[in-house]
């Protein structure tokens, strides 16, 4: 007898991951009649107009503002500087309240598989795509930090190219317009975060033809990366769940060695998509109980390491895109491990083994901070000019593409649109993430003929269980999603 999916035991109609019991509902009713979505300590203003928000929208919404993680555990995650202050600014701005009601819908739809969650993700996604459109023709010192916001959950939220590339060129921009006033702004550390992660420019072309030096690198980069995964591997006996994530970890660090390096900016954010959304989600599920132990913390620093190794394998793309968000995150893990080891001088062979296993991610931190050091912004003539009419003129692009047409951004489009086109092949000018088909023989040689021999190193086998995961997001995959993360991993996981 099959396992029930998640939407199967949530019951028709239903979101996972949703409350529907009688306390919810009188809270959302009672939103209605107030006109004000108040929950801790944030309080959203329901009465904007001209946007109205009904009983499903409210429901998500008190699940964003009840299921925030504690001060302590959200120092772990990528989110450490900008989930207090996107709920703030939410207050008075309906367009990033879609941006947040979309992200949060993207995130159950991760951990769930929940085509539920996936139409409300591109449902929201439109309509705050849209509405920012209106926020930055009237853009001004009041709606800056809530523009800047807004778009940075939704280029969170980009799976093609273009669609990422388009929105972090507009935070850019926001970026550049608001130092003038950044001493007024409510976020400053998040406008100096995106200051630093996001270059001036983003190439469009391919990078300089791959030396050997450069694939005799990007090889043992990825070889010491999945020595030190094996190497935690056997520390996580009965750990399901942790297991579970390093594993698939060590699928994508294996499946980028049986590969030619990316070349084109476009092909590098495909190689890194999967890798991003991790960075999301993975640290986020685990602090759903609370503070992480020791172990979790290994675990999760191992994903934050290899994202910051791929500062030099995908030049063109890794820093803005997954570099940049594990750094602060990376650097609160070295600090709880400093404070355990300061509270337990007499280390126990716990702790031994944990600090250990912490070697290989500070030594990818100290890598990765030398680098970033020494490295200089590429420059190309073919870029995206930083204005406001460019910003306006790639998100009505891509808003436009909302569920019209094929061709857009999958990003944000209409979930039936979506369907309809799942069994379409994709082509080389799709949008679609492609899983990279390589020759029958390309382990012993470059595709193409280009550059030196290639070895994707010794074999390797899954010891879980797991179906192989796709070295790439693939949209045209149905998603098999986590069922209960905690008890049960019954299907690879696959990733839209």
Known sequence: MDTPTGEENAGAGQVPGLSYSPDVEATLQHWQQTGIASLGPFHIDLSVLPYSYNLDDLRLLHHVLSSDHSPQSR??????????????????????????????????????????????AYHYGGIALQSLQEAIGAFSMENADAVLLASLLL??????????????????TVVNSTKSFQSESFIPHVIADQDSAIPQTFPQSARPPMTEDFYRHYSQTLQNALMAVNNLMPWLAGRQRDSAFIEQLRDYVARLLGVRPADSPEDQFKHLYVLRKWLFFVPSISMREGYPDGTTLVVIAHFYALALEMYTLFPNVAPAFCCAMSERPLEEIFTAFEEIRMTNPSESQQLEWQLNLMVYPRQAAA????????????????????????????????????????????????????QQMSHTPSSAGSPFLELPVLPSDSSSSTPGGVGPPYSAGPPYQSTTGLSPMPLVSEPEEEMAGFGNVSMQFTSGLVFT
């Not at 969170?156 to 850019?172: F, K």
Request: no cysteine; glycine share 6%; proline share 3%.
């Open 367 to 418: 890598r990765y901070n030398s680098r970033k050091q020494n490295q200089r912004d590429i420059v190309d003539t073919g870029m995206v000019s930083h204005s406001f009419d460019g910003y306006l003129r790639d998100l009505a692009f891509t808003a436009e593409g909302v569920g019209i047409h094929a061709q857009r951004s999958p990003a944000l489009t209409d979930p039936s649109r979506f």
């Open 155 to 172: 280029a969170w939220q980009a799976n093609d190219w273009r669609s990422w590339m388009s929105l972090t060129s507009g935070i850019r």
């Open 75 to 120: 120092q772990f995650t990528v989110m450490i500087s900008t989930s207090d202050q996107v709920l703030s600014a939410a207050q008075s701005h309906p367009f990033l309240v879609y941006a947040v009601l979309a992200f949060a819908a993207f995130s159950i739809s991760f951990e769930h598989g929940s085509a539920k969650a996936k139409g409300l």
